[in-house]
């Protein structure tokens, strides 16, 4: 939903920019592994729903952890 490389399609927003829909700035890691273990029901920008994450908290914290990688060019 998110591109081969995180940048976006019309179906998810772009996670390498510093833009955040779901957050005022770029979040905690916590806040963001909540986000993606819940998912989300009712996308503010996008048609398609982001399903909660069938994960152990461990690996939605990795997942997390990649996203946020992704946005500050780490």
Excluded: K, N
Aim: net charge negative; charged share 15%.
């Amino acid at each position: 939903c998110h591109g081969d490389d995180g940048s976006g399609t019309a179906r998810g927003p772009d996670l390498t920019d510093t833009q955040w829909l779901h957050f005022a700035s770029r979040p905690p890691i916590d806040s963001l592994t909540t986000l993606i273990g819940h998912g989300v029901e009712q996308p503010l920008a996008y048609d398609l729903v982001m399903p909660a994450a069938p994960l152990e908290t461990s690996e939605i914290r990795a997942v997390a952890a990649h996203v946020l990688s992704l946005s500050s060019g780490i």
